[in-house]
C-alpha cells in the first residue's frame, strides 16, 4: 500500500478524519479535514494535480474523475463519498508501457491548447470508450457535454476520441 | 478556489438510521444526495450545516422497478439510471427525456432524482458567492431584508428550477417522504408552495424516499420541451411538460400542462381541459392552448435572460412540447 505524508506551503484546515481511498488502483490512508472535496485530497493531501480546480461549483467540467467506471466531478463529491469505490485520475490513464492511446492522439491530433480542460475531457472520454467502444460523433459531443473548453472549439478534440476508439478497438 | 464550511458527515446505511440522524442534530442538519445543488449552495455560504447526512448509501432509497400499478423510483438512483433504465423510457419516455436533460453528464451521474424533487429555487441574486452578495447588501431570501427583483416585496420570488417535476406532476405522480411523524404520499403536484425561501411541503426531519409514477392509462402520453441557454449543461429558462388522454384519432379526453422555470412552484396551466376535451389535438386547439398558457405566464427578472423574451418563448414551447405528443 501507498502511504505518503504530504506537507504543502498553503495553510490548510486542520485534519481531522482518516479517509481510505482508492486511486489509480493505489490505496491511501490519508487524513483530511471532513469537509475536504475529493479534488481537495487528491490536489492537496495526495498531490495528484493532474485533476483541476477550475470553477470549483460543477460548471466546468475540469475537476472531473472517473467513480467506479462513471465520469464525475471532484470538486463536488464529499471526500467520504469517494470512500469504497474505484477512482481513475487522469495521472491513471497511462500505463507502464506508455501514454493511453487517448493521450497520444490527443498529442498527435493537437486536441489541447492551453491544456487546462484537457485532463478532465480526458476522464470523461476514457469513461465513454470503457462503455462504448464505437462511439458516434453526437455520442462523443454528449459524453464530452460537460467539459468547456475555451481554447480549442472542440473539433479536434473529437478526432483525437474517434482516432483513440479505433485504436482501441484495434489492441 | 471556494471552499466548503466546516460540517460532519454522516452515512448511515439504514433509512431508520437517517432518520434519526436527522432528528439528532435538528437545526444544525441537512440531508445530502448527489450533493450537485447543496455543494455549490454551500461553497456559496446560502447553508451551513454542522452536519451532513449522506444518502446515497441507504439501501431502502435505492431501486427503479414496476410494482402493484405504479413505476417506482428509488430517491436516490442517478438521473444516468433514470434517463437509461429500460422501464422508465419504456413507459414514461418525456420523463426518461427530461431526465437526460438536466445539466451534463458527470452530473447526472451523481445527481439523484430525489435531489431534483428537493431542487433550491434558484435566482441571479441568490446563487453567487458570499462576497458578491454582501456587495449589493444580501437579499430577502439569505442574510438581508430586500428582494432585488421585485423590489418592494416582502416575498421573495426566487424561481423553481427543477426539470422532472413538471413531468412528474403531468404524469400523476407521488412522492412518498418519511420522517419521525411516519410516512406519507404528496403529490408532486401539491408538493410545492409559491414561497421562493422554502419552496416545498417537505417538514426539515422528513426524507423523500421514493417516487410513484402511476402506470395510468395506455392512451395517456406525456412530453417535454425545455428552454436553456447553452443545451450543454444549463439550468431550465423554461420547462413545460403536457399530457394527454387520447383517442387514436387525436380527440383529447383530458389535457395537463405544467410549466417551470418562472416563479417559485411549478404551475399546472388553467382552464386547458376545458378548451380540449371532446376536440381533435390540431393546430388550431394547440394556438389557442398556447395562448391560454400565455395569458398565465409572467417571467420576472430572476434569471440572467430578458423577461420578455422569455415570455415571448411560452407559446413557442408549449407548441413544441404539444407536438411532440403525436
Ligand atoms: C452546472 C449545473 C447545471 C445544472 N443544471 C440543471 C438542470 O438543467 N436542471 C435541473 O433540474 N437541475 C440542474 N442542476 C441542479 C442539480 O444538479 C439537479 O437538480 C440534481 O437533480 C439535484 O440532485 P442531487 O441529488 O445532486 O441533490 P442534492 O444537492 O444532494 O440535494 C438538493 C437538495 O435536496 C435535499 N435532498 C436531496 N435528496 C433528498 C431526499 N431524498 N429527501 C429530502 N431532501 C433531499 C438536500 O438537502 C438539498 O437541499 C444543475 C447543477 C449544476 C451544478
Ligand atoms: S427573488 Fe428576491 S428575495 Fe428571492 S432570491 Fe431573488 S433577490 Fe433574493
Ligand atoms: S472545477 Fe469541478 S466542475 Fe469546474
Ligand atoms: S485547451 Fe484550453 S480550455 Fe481546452
Same mark, same amino acid.
Request: charged share 25%.
Given at each position: 500500500?501507498?502511504?505518503?505524508?504530504?506537507?504543502?506551503?498553503?495553510?490548510?484546515?486542520?485534519?481531522? *478524519?482518516?479517509?481510505?481511498?482508492?486511486?489509480?488502483?493505489?490505496?491511501?490512508?490519508?487524513?483530511?479535514?471532513?469537509?475536504?472535496?475529493?479534488?481537495?485530497?487528491?490536489?492537496?493531501?495526495?498531490?495528484?494535480?493532474?485533476?483541476? +480546480?477550475?470553477?470549483?461549483?460543477? *460548471?466546468? &467540467?475540469?475537476?472531473?474523475?472517473?467513480?467506479?467506471? !462513471?465520469?464525475?466531478?471532484?470538486?463536488?463529491?464529499?471526500?467520504?463519498?469517494?470512500?469504497?469505490? *474505484?477512482?481513475?485520475?487522469?495521472?491513471?490513464?497511462?500505463?507502464?508501457?506508455?501514454?493511453?492511446?487517448? +493521450?497520444?492522439?490527443?498529442?498527435?491530433?493537437? =486536441? =489541447? +491548447?492551453? &491544456?487546462?480542460?484537457?485532463?478532465?475531457?480526458?476522464?470523461? =472520454?476514457?469513461?465513454?470508450?470503457?462503455?462504448?467502444?464505437?462511439?458516434?460523433?453526437?455520442?462523443? !459531443?454528449?459524453?464530452?457535454?460537460?467539459?468547456?473548453?475555451?481554447?480549442? &472549439?472542440?473539433?479536434?478534440?473529437?478526432? =483525437?476520441?474517434? &482516432?483513440?476508439?479505433?485504436?482501441?478497438?484495434?489492441? | 478556489?471556494?471552499?466548503?464550511?466546516?460540517?460532519?458527515?454522516?452515512?448511515?446505511?439504514?433509512?431508520?438510521?437517517?432518520?434519526?440522524?436527522?432528528?439528532?442534530?435538528?437545526?444544525?442538519?441537512?440531508?445530502?444526495?448527489?450533493?450537485?445543488?447543496?455543494?455549490?449552495?454551500?461553497?456559496?455560504?446560502?447553508?451551513?450545516?454542522?452536519?451532513?447526512?449522506?444518502?446515497?448509501?441507504?439501501?431502502?432509497?435505492?431501486?427503479?422497478?414496476?410494482?402493484?400499478?405504479?413505476?417506482?423510483?428509488?430517491?436516490?438512483?442517478?438521473?444516468?439510471?433514470?434517463?437509461?433504465?429500460?422501464?422508465?423510457?419504456?413507459?414514461?419516455?418525456?420523463?426518461?427525456?427530461?431526465?437526460?436533460?438536466?445539466?451534463?453528464?458527470?452530473?447526472?451521474?451523481?445527481?439523484?432524482?430525489?435531489?431534483?424533487?428537493?431542487?433550491?429555487?434558484?435566482?441571479?441574486?441568490?446563487?453567487?458567492?458570499?462576497?458578491?452578495?454582501?456587495?449589493?447588501?444580501?437579499?430577502?431570501?439569505?442574510?438581508?431584508?430586500?428582494?432585488?427583483?421585485?423590489?418592494?416585496?416582502?416575498?421573495?420570488?426566487?424561481?423553481?428550477?427543477?426539470?422532472?417535476?413538471?413531468?412528474?406532476?403531468?404524469?400523476?405522480?407521488?412522492?412518498?417522504?418519511?420522517?419521525?411523524?411516519?410516512?406519507?404520499?404528496?403529490?408532486?403536484?401539491?408538493?410545492? #408552495? /409559491?414561497?421562493?425561501?422554502?419552496?416545498?411541503?417537505?417538514?426539515?426531519?422528513?426524507?423523500?424516499?421514493?417516487?410513484?409514477?402511476?402506470?395510468?392509462?395506455?392512451?395517456?402520453? /406525456?412530453?417535454?420541451?425545455?428552454?436553456?441557454?447553452?443545451?450543454?449543461?444549463?439550468?431550465?429558462?423554461?420547462?413545460?411538460?403536457?399530457?394527454?388522454?387520447?383517442?387514436?384519432?387525436?380527440?383529447?379526453?383530458?389535457?395537463?400542462?405544467?410549466?417551470?422555470?418562472?416563479?417559485?412552484?411549478?404551475?399546472?396551466?388553467?382552464?386547458?381541459?376545458?378548451?380540449?376535451?371532446?376536440?381533435?389535438?390540431?393546430?388550431?386547439?394547440?394556438?389557442?392552448?398556447?395562448?391560454?398558457?400565455?395569458?398565465?405566464?409572467?417571467?420576472?427578472?430572476?434569471?440572467?435572460?430578458?423577461?420578455?423574451?422569455?415570455?415571448?418563448? #411560452?407559446?413557442?414551447?408549449?407548441?413544441?412540447?404539444?407536438?411532440?405528443?403525436?
Amino acid at each position: 500500500m501507498a502511504h505518503r505524508a504530504v506537507t504543502t506551503s498553503m495553510p490548510m484546515p486542520r485534519a481531522t *478524519d482518516v479517509v481510505r481511498l482508492r486511486v489509480n488502483g493505489d490505496l491511501y490512508e490519508v487524513g483530511v479535514p471532513a469537509h475536504y472535496t475529493l479534488l481537495e485530497a487528491l490536489r492537496y493531501e495526495l498531490l495528484l494535480t493532474g485533476s483541476k +480546480q477550475g470553477c470549483d461549483k460543477g *460548471d466546468c &467540467g475540469a475537476c472531473t474523475v472517473i467513480i467506479d467506471g !462513471r465520469a464525475t466531478l471532484s470538486c463536488l463529491t464529499p471526500v467520504h463519498e469517494a470512500e469504497e469505490r *474505484d477512482v481513475v485520475t487522469v495521472e491513471g490513464l497511462a500505463s507502464a508501457d506508455g501514454p493511453h492511446p487517448l +493521450q497520444d492522439e490527443f498529442d498527435l491530433k493537437g =486536441a =489541447a +491548447q492551453c &491544456g487546462f480542460c484537457t485532463p478532465g475531457i480526458l476522464c470523461s =472520454a476514457a469513461a465513454l470508450l470503457a462503455r462504448t467502444p464505437d462511439p458516434s460523433r453526437d455520442e462523443i !459531443r454528449e459524453a464530452l457535454a460537460g467539459n468547456l473548453c475555451r481554447c480549442t &472549439g472542440y473539433t479536434k478534440i473529437f478526432e =483525437a476520441v474517434e &482516432g483513440a476508439a479505433a485504436r482501441l478497438r484495434v489492441e | 478556489m471556494l471552499r466548503l464550511p466546516e460540517y460532519r458527515y454522516h452515512q448511515p446505511r439504514a433509512l431508520a438510521e437517517a432518520l434519526s440522524l436527522l432528528v439528532e442534530h435538528q437545526g444544525d442538519v441537512m440531508p445530502v444526495a448527489g450533493g450537485t445543488d447543496l455543494i455549490p449552495n454551500m461553497k456559496h455560504r446560502l447553508f451551513e450545516p454542522g452536519h451532513l447526512v449522506a444518502l446515497k448509501r441507504v439501501e431502502e432509497l435505492k431501486g427503479i422497478h414496476e410494482e402493484n400499478g405504479h413505476l417506482r423510483l428509488g430517491a436516490t438512483e442517478t438521473l444516468t439510471d433514470v434517463a437509461e433504465s429500460r422501464v422508465v423510457r419504456g413507459c414514461f419516455p418525456a420523463l426518461a427525456e427530461a431526465a437526460g436533460h438536466v445539466a451534463g453528464p458527470q452530473l447526472r451521474n451523481m445527481a439523484t432524482i430525489g435531489g431534483n424533487l428537493c431542487l433550491e429555487t434558484r435566482c441571479t441574486y441568490y446563487n453567487q458567492t458570499a462576497f458578491w452578495r454582501q456587495a449589493l447588501g444580501y437579499c430577502l431570501k439569505k442574510d438581508g431584508s430586500i428582494c432585488h427583483v421585485t423590489k418592494v416585496g416582502r416575498k421573495c420570488v426566487a424561481a423553481h428550477s427543477a426539470d422532472t417535476p413538471p413531468v412528474l406532476a403531468v404524469l400523476d405522480a407521488v412522492a412518498v417522504l418519511e420522517g419521525p411523524q411516519g410516512r406519507r404520499e404528496v403529490p408532486v403536484g401539491d408538493f410545492f #408552495v /409559491a414561497d421562493g425561501i422554502a419552496n416545498t411541503r417537505r417538514e426539515p426531519g422528513e426524507l423523500v424516499t421514493e417516487i410513484r409514477v402511476p402506470l395510468g392509462p395506455r392512451t395517456r402520453r /406525456a412530453a417535454y420541451a425545455k428552454l436553456r441557454q447553452r443545451n450543454s449543461i444549463d439550468f431550465p429558462l423554461l420547462t413545460v411538460a403536457v399530457s394527454a388522454d387520447m383517442d387514436r384519432d387525436l380527440t383529447v379526453h383530458e389535457l395537463k400542462g405544467v410549466v417551470t422555470g418562472l416563479g417559485a412552484r411549478p404551475r399546472e396551466l388553467a382552464g386547458w381541459s376545458e378548451i380540449a376535451r371532446g376536440h381533435v389535438l390540431d393546430d388550431d386547439l394547440i394556438d389557442a392552448l398556447a395562448e391560454r398558457a400565455l395569458a398565465q405566464c409572467h417571467p420576472l427578472e430572476n434569471m440572467i435572460v430578458d423577461p420578455e423574451w422569455r415570455r415571448a418563448m #411560452v407559446p413557442v414551447y408549449i407548441r413544441k412540447a404539444l407536438r411532440r405528443l403525436f
